[in-house]
């Protein structure tokens, strides 16, 4: 079992920055992929990043690439999600969440374990 529990989300102006954090418990922690999504209201939970157990490929969905990155630290088991340039139709509840296998999978079907989510506000 793994627990997973996200921070840094708040309030945040348009054009400014975001980290959020994703600390994980569990030993497997450092043998799978990891991913954050995210949901408005109203919409479906969405792809965001992804990255592989070693750290070395990542996948971003195209409204976030260039602005956001995704990164992790097998030692802390944690995960970073450095958001910059924000948008207000980046307002969202983030999750992070641990994948099946060990690659970097822009799916959520591919993701056993879910963090609660950390509200991101940007405003105008």
Same mark, same amino acid.
């Given at each position: ?12 102006? =348009? ?14 922690? #450092? ?8 949901? =408005? *209201? ?12 070693? /750290? ?8 976030? #690439? ?20 924000? #948008? ?8 992070? =969440?641990?994948?099946?296998?060990? /690659?970097?999978? *822009? ?18």
């Amino acid at each position: 079992q793994v627990q997973l529990i996200e921070s840094g989300g708040g309030l945040v102006q =348009a054009g400014g920055s975001l980290r959020l954090t994703c600390a994980a418990s569990g030993s497997t922690f #450092k043998d799978h992929g990891l991913g954050w999504f995210r949901q =408005a *209201p109203g919409t479906e939970r969405e792809f965001v990043a992804a990255i592989n157990w070693r /750290g070395g490929t990542t996948e971003y969905a195209e409204s976030v #690439k260039g602005r956001f990155a995704i990164s992790r630290d097998n030692v802390r088991n944690t995960s970073y999600l450095q958001m910059n340039g924000l #948008k207000v139709e980046d307002t969202a509840v983030y999750y992070c =969440a641990v994948a099946f296998g060990s /690659g970097a999978v *822009p799916d959520r079907v591919g993701y056993r374990y879910w963090g609660q989510g950390t509200q991101v506000t940007v405003s105008s």
